[in-house]
């Protein structure tokens, strides 16, 4: 009887122990290696942007490898795909911290999946990097207001990237009357639209139309024929490639010819395929990076990505390279690999050099670096400026 007593105290004591593990908000850090989870859009709608994301971000832990690890130990990365799903996200997130045991995770290209990523890593007490989500919502509690404790981003906001569109249509192309096409499936699309009404508006410029669509939808000239009507100067679609090439070249081929501008989203080479690249000309879209815009830390990513891609890297690549390379530089200060360390030195980022320049971290753990504009050429990025965020 004794026995059996000592036996079911101890089973109760080491499922305790199990469940502390768990729980705990602290990776697996035995043996010669470091796990950092790496979560992206590897398949899915969006998968160009997760893909190269996750091109640069492997680099970054490449290169680190190559040049001794952290802490004295070699990273070992764990990849999931969220599939351009949130509940995916949630999903991949969830494995990563409690199954795999990682000590952070970085990724993420889609602001609806950072957000439900970003509820799992705080769940779980684990700091988060998000690579390229602009939505507030991912380092900010929508229904507290208050900033989350263990998730950052190697990004900027849609405040700014909203304002600074506005701001390029009032000043540069000089259009005083706008139509806003906004994907009412998308919070990414949906809030880089309020911010450019707000800023547009404010400025003395009208919106003389606002239509709304839905991913995956196929046929647009309906509400394109709206829009047309109502003689806009410009229009705006803070939306996806997959949709934006569409829309774009079915607005040309009812004529509409003025300008169309757009978000960091549009970035992708299948945007050309899709809209085809004559139908692209005179159109913008506001971003993260561009090769044109030079640096030291920038040049020496273009000629490391190019030697082992084979390819020039897009701005998704270079926020998966400065997300990985800002977390393991946390690491690094930290000295340490317990959370609320990470989490405190990732908080006190000042000076990055990022691949677009020097970033800090703000008081909401956003990124504050430069908004590049882009000029879509003959199906060709052609850089035209960056806008520094003060």
């Not at 990414?188 to 009404?197: N, P, R, T």
């Amino acid at each position: 009887m004794l026995k059996r007593l000592l036996t079911g105290k101890t089973l109760l004591f080491l499922l305790l122990l199990a469940a502390m593990g768990i729980t705990a908000g602290c990776g697996d850090t035995a043996g010669d290696s470091i796990k950092i989870g790496m979560v992206y859009e590897l398949t899915g709608n969006t998968a160009s942007y997760g893909t190269s994301a996750a091109n640069g971000a492997n680099l970054a832990f490449k290169e680190i490898n190559a040049n001794g690890g952290v802490l004295g130990k070699k990273l070992e990365i764990i990849t999931a795909d969220n599939k351009g799903e949130p509940s995916e996200s949630a999903n991949a997130m969830t494995k990563v911290i409690t199954q795999d045991r990682v000590v952070a995770v970085t990724g993420f290209t889609v602001s609806s999946c950072g957000i439900a990523g970003s509820v799992v890593a705080e769940d779980n007490k684990i700091p988060f990097v998000a690579a390229a989500t602009v939505n507030p919502k991912v380092t900010v509690d929508e229904a507290t207001g208050k900033v989350k404790d263990y998730t950052f981003r190697a990004c900027f906001i849609d405040s700014f990237q909203g304002t600074v569109g506005a701001n390029f249509a009032w000043n540069s192309l000089k259009a005083k009357k706008a139509a806003i096409m906004v994907d009412n499936s998308s919070d990414y699309s949906k809030g880089l639209a309020k911010v450019f009404k707000s800023v547009y508006t404010e400025r003395g410029g009208q919106i003389v139309s606002e239509e709304a669509y839905l991913q995956k939808d196929q046929d647009f000239k309906a509400t394109l024929t709206t829009i047309k009507a109502q003689n806009p100067e410009i229009i705006y679609i803070p939306g996806y490639y997959e949709d934006v090439g569409k829309i774009v070249k079915q607005a040309r081929e009812l004529g509409i010819t003025i300008p169309i501008l757009g978000g960091d989203a549009w970035d992708s080479p299948r945007l050309a395929e899709l809209g085809g690249a004559q139908a692209l000309n005179n159109t913008y879209f506001t971003n993260f990076y561009s090769v044109e815009d030079k640096n030291p830390v920038s040049n020496s990513f273009v000629e490391a990505y190019q030697k082992e891609y084979g390819q020039v890297p897009d701005s998704m690549a270079a926020m998966g390279y400065d997300a990985a390379r800002l977390l393991v530089d946390a690491i690094k200060r930290a000295n340490s690999t317990d959370a609320n360390k990470i989490r405190e030195a990732l908080a006190a980022t000042k000076n990055f050099p990022s691949v677009s320049g020097e970033m800090n971290l703000n008081e909401s753990h956003d990124a504050v670096r430069g908004v590049v504009i882009i000029e879509m050429k003959d199906g060709k990025q052609v850089y035209k400026e960056t806008i520094k965020q003060s």
